[in-house]
């Protein structure tokens, strides 16, 4: 166990990310006018990482004495979480001004929280994990309460952070289990360790606690209580953030610890858990949304049925299934951002007025928005030629090849089912005629809508060469 | 035995020590309460209101400063003791540490929350230290003692 200067050089993309942190921090200290130019330069930076990591998304190596592991689907993951937080510091720029939270914080919370979630992507250590989790969690915490004047956003705030330092507790109890069960922290010598000799219990126990605290942070059904408030109360930009690429980071620590399972003697371990988590937050997000008359809280509980559904893969516990995550959440993170993106330019100012009611008759007001909603609306039900129909339909194969047929089932109602809140919206903006009261202003932002033009073409492209992006994915 | 058993056993014991204690002196003492014995103990002074007055929150960010450098010195030392295993790496990897710390620090001076009194937040400070008014119990009990 030597450090390397090689070392340094594998984790460039979180050194870049970093240094972006404290040439932030920098220049916030000693400039006034600096959100102008931290907004561009995380956009930038975020981008450049983005397109870094693809670049030696190759390069699969292990630093620090197996502390982190670089390349193949960290990689991805760390395009994913990069080019996500790029085009929220678009969606940002003009927003945070709207929402009067115009400061160079924001946009230092916003890098500090990518960073939180590329080490939780590339740990294979569970202390990793545990840095990587709490960075972003901390993050978001600060960022959800950032309209410190709006009761709403520091009620989500403190909901958040009372939760959220709970089920961290889950977490490092879990893994304290794990670690007297298994006597290591290191993600492959655990499962090495205990696919030689039989099981003890206590694992078990330490993994069940781990999953619930990892639950609570992808917003899976019996875990959920606290996504509709804080999705609602946080500004919408960081609503974006949360929901796309916080979920993301989430789901891919969880995927890294059951990683190592899939090529051990019971694959299954964990199926029947899954199994039930996936159906309830599926059913229970597809049906509590068709109550909802906020768009945001319709847009938080749909978020909890995408967590079921990408739960069905990690019950298939196959290639398929875990291949089949990463394209989902790839496909997510864009479909979601761009439409909390609209969600941001339609929101009234102040107040959150964000009643689908004042959506209608959107297209005569603004075709190109109402247009470019209705297409995420159709990617987010999941209808065939956009990415959402493809990432459902991954995870669907994964459980079919598994032999959990019951499931893809009950995922494919689900969808039915969440076809008619998603088309509700268009029916809202294209078959009702506005009325005074919910005229509101549109917000003319053209970093915003650049931004959602960019995940509009990202979901195109990903539906239309989807089995290029898998085979990416597979060939790690 | 086991180790943990012992301390098991001591854990009882320690409860069962307290509570037969407290029971035994709640049977023999005698019950005679005054409006002075029953008011809140502070070192023999009367009640002087609530302690539930709205701190400075400056008191929460030194504290924030304070935890910083504790944590530095927990992180700090297990280094210094480890740190020539790795060579040069090792040893400049703890400076990468100290010039993030460092760079919080400077941080906070420039944004101010090092410098106690400012005069731009006199009017706001005003407002925080100003004690509630005494309304509470302990204060009505006092006068009715004096009346």
Known sequence: ?476 | MTEFGKILAFMILAIVFVIVGIFTAYLIRPHRPTDEKLLTYECGENAQGSPWVRFNFRFYIVALIFLIFDVEIVLLVPWVLIYQEYGILGFLTGFIFIFLLVAGMIYEWRKGDLEWDRPESEKFMANTFKLPKLTLPAKKIKEEVTN
């Open chain 1, 1 to 476: 166990m030597n450090l390397t200067s090689t070392d340094y050089l594998n984790i460039l993309p979180l050194l870049l990310v970093g240094a972006g942190i404290l040439i932030s921090l920098t220049v916030e200290m000693y400039s006034k006018k600096s959100v102008g130019f931290l907004s561009w330069f995380s956009f930038l930076l975020h981008l450049l990482v983005a397109y870094y990591s693809l670049y030696t998304v190759n390069n699969v190596s292990s630093v620090f004495g197996g502390m982190m592991g670089t390349g193949g689907t960290v990689n991805i993951f760390y395009f994913i979480f990069n080019f996500g937080a790029a085009i929220v510091a678009l969606l940002s720029m003009d927003y945070i001004k709207k929402a009067e939270i115009y400061f160079g914080e924001y946009y230092i919370l916003l890098q500090s929280a990518v960073l939180g979630m590329m080490l939780m992507a590339s740990a294979t250590d569970l202390v990793m994990v545990f840095i990587g989790l709490e960075l972003m969690s901390i993050c978001f915490y600060v960022l959800a309460g950032f309209q410190r004047k709006n009761v709403r956003s520091n009620e989500a705030s403190l909901k958040y952070f009372l939760l959220g330092s709970f089920t961290t507790g889950f977490i490092v109890y879990g893994m304290a289990l794990i670690y007297g069960a298994s006597g290591s922290l290191n993600i492959q010598s655990i499962f090495s360790m205990l696919s030689a000799e039989s099981t003890p219990i206590l694992f078990y126990v330490g993994t069940l606690l781990f999953i619930i605290g990892f639950c609570f942070k992808i917003a899976a059904f019996p875990f959920h209580m606290w996504v509709p408030d804080v999705y609602q109360g946080a500004p919408t930009s960081v609503t974006a953030m949360m929901s796309t690429i916080g979920k993301a980071a989430a789901f891919s620590a969880l995927l890294l610890i059951m990683l190592p399972l899939i090529g051990s003697k019971n694959p299954q371990t964990f199926t029947p858990l899954f199994t039930v988590l996936s159906a309830a937050s599926m059913i229970f997000g597809s049906i509590v949304a068709l109550a909802q008359t906020d768009i945001k809280r319709m847009l938080a509980y749909s978020s909890i049925a995408h967590a079921g559904y990408m739960l069905i893969g990690l019950a298939a516990a196959n290639d398929t299934g875990a291949s089949g995550i990463v394209f989902y959440l790839a496909a997510y993170a864009f479909m979601n951002l761009g439409a909390f993106g609209i969600v941001s330019l339609i929101e009234g100012n102040g107040d959150t007025e964000g009643t689908i009611e004042s959506y209608a008759g959107l297209s005569d007001r603004n075709p190109l928005l109402a247009g470019l909603l209705a297409l995420f609306m159709f990617t987010l039900s999941g209808l065939p030629p956009f990415a959402g129909f493809f990432g459902k339909y991954y995870v669907f194969i994964a459980s079919l090849e598994a032999g959990n047929v019951w499931i893809a089932v009950l995922g494919a109602l689900s969808s039915a089912i969440s076809a008619y809140f998603y088309l509700r919206i268009i029916v809202v903006m294209y078959f009702r005629k506005s009325d005074v009261a919910s005229d509101n202003i549109i917000t003319e932002s053209h970093t915003s809508l650049l931004g959602i033009v960019i995940s509009a073409i990202l979901v195109i492209m990903m539906g239309l060469t989807p089995g290029s992006i898998v085979r990416l994915i597979n060939s790690f």
